[in-house]
């Protein structure tokens, strides 16, 4: 492996495609040696940039013109070498943290379109990909820059992720070489509240849906946070800046990791309120009276034993009573973005599936109904369970099998699902309380 400026006056091989295979996806017409081009001055970042072998490609009308083909080669070599130049300026850190500023302070009123559905946290990539067009344009270069793999076009030629580049560390794109990427935590916090929010709900304010959709808008920030002190750190590695003594990098970075805690600290307090008493749940009759528990002390396995208990099964015996009490047909917990995967794994869709019920069936009303008298009182299972303060509920509706003879979806039921609000240990970030109606 070897840096590509280094390559600079060298002979490399140059596979020559026709001029119609801009992806390289057939096989070269052929292959010649060619000199890597002298380029003066050379982009900082280039330094950066790693060659896994001497092979480049690139597309020609007649591929048999050698002069030709050094030409062009030089050509998207020195356009590869100028727009690295502009983005390893100043400046472009400057594009990109404006343009963070800007995405960030639309969230609120952009987390869903139109219709109702939630942004992909892929969209956050715009940031760089705005910053990158914006930049490059005070210098008078049109350009595209896609946000899949961070391709970058110049006059609808690409010269990032070309066929000089996939050879490189550059072949992922720039945003991957730049590391402007999400955070791993503020991904899955995103992901999971993303796959726990309907695309219709009740009115935000309501008893219902006392936090509306910001625990998404806050997690959406986050990760956007994230991406942009990332991608800050990297470009002071490359451009061997010093944080601590720049004073764009220090007030920047340290301003995004500052709002991506103080974020995250008010996303813990809301997507998972605080936990039940596990010491009040053991010395529940109900509890106690419970088999498992009658199992625990028969054995004589000890307080850890029924500490694990309380904190792994005993709250499930409470929440079926409470299920009883609201005169639901049974009830679970379950991690939705988990469910969703194993779905997509085995090929499984529900067609009869709604994502969001608008006028739950009377049977589903009667337990809303009971739910939300048994939250207004503290001391009853409903408050013990789930904090009504930051409640967000769910009616979905399905069927349980389907009649081949009849082609009719048969033995209907709905589901009143706690999406945001209930107690950990019972349910954590992730996690949805769902009460099963049949109807």
């Excluded at 208990?309 to 379950?334: P, Q, T």
């Excluded at 739950?360 to 008298?373: C, E, N, S």
């Amino acid at each position: 492996m070897t840096i590509l400026s280094e390559k600079m006056g060298q002979f490399v091989t140059v596979h020559i495609h026709s001029s119609k295979d801009t992806s390289f996806k057939k096989k070269p017409l052929r292959s010649v040696q060619l000199q890597f081009p002298m380029l003066k001055p050379v982009a900082p970042l280039l330094s950066h940039v790693k060659s896994y072998s001497d092979d480049f490609r690139i597309c020609l009308e007649d591929v048999n013109d050698d002069a030709a083909a050094q030409s062009e080669f030089n050509r998207n070599v020195s356009q590869l070498n100028t727009v690295m130049s502009h983005i390893g300026e100043d400046s472009f850190m400057h594009y990109v943290a404006a343009e963070c500023s800007l995405f960030i302070d639309s969230t609120e009123s952009n987390i869903r379109n139109s219709e109702g559905v939630l942004r992909g946290i892929h969209e956050i990539k715009s940031i760089f990909s705005e910053a990158v067009v914006k930049h490059l344009r005070t210098y008078g270069v049109e350009s595209k820059c896609n946000i899949g793999y961070g391709s970058i076009y110049v006059d609808d030629e690409i010269v990032i992720n070309s066929g000089i580049t996939q050879s490189t560390t550059l072949s992922r794109g720039i945003m991957d070489f730049t590391e402007f990427r999400i955070n791993s935590c503020a991904q899955l916090y995103y992901m999971e509240q993303y796959y726990k929010a309907p695309r219709g709900f009740y009115e935000t304010g309501s008893w219902a849906n006392v936090v509306g959709d910001k625990l998404l808008v806050l997690t959406y920030k986050m990760a956007a946070y994230s991406a942009l002190s990332s991608f800050l750190s990297r470009m002071a590695a490359l451009l061997n800046k010093d944080i601590k003594t720049d004073h764009f990098l220090l007030v920047t970075a340290t301003n995004a990791d500052e709002q991506y805690t103080k974020l995250e600290g008010e996303f813990s307090k809301m997507a998972c309120p605080a936990a039940f008493d596990t010491n009040a749940l053991l010395n529940d009759k109900r509890v106690q009276q419970s088999e498992t528990y009658q199992e625990i002390e028969l054995l004589g396995l000890g307080a850890t034993a029924k500490q694990a208990f309380a904190e792994n099964e005993a709250a499930f015996i409470l929440l079926e009573e409470l299920s009883k009490s609201l005169c639901a047909d049974r009830v679970s917990v379950f991690n939705p973005k988990k469910a969703e995967e194993e779905n997509a794994i085995h090929g499984y869709y529900d067609e009869f599936y709604e994502s969001h019920v608008t006028l739950p069936a009377r049977k589903t009303r009667q337990g809303m109904i009971a739910l939300k008298q048994a939250l207004e009182q503290s001391s009853t299972l409903a408050s013990f369970l789930i904090d009504k303060n930051y409640l967000k509920l769910n009616v979905t509706a399905s069927c349980a099998d389907y009649d081949q003879n009849l082609d009719v979806p048969v033995r209907p039921y709905q589901c009143l699902q706690i999406c945001v609000g209930g107690r950990p240990p019972l349910v954590q970030s992730g996690d949805i309380i769902s009460f099963y109606f049949n109807l």
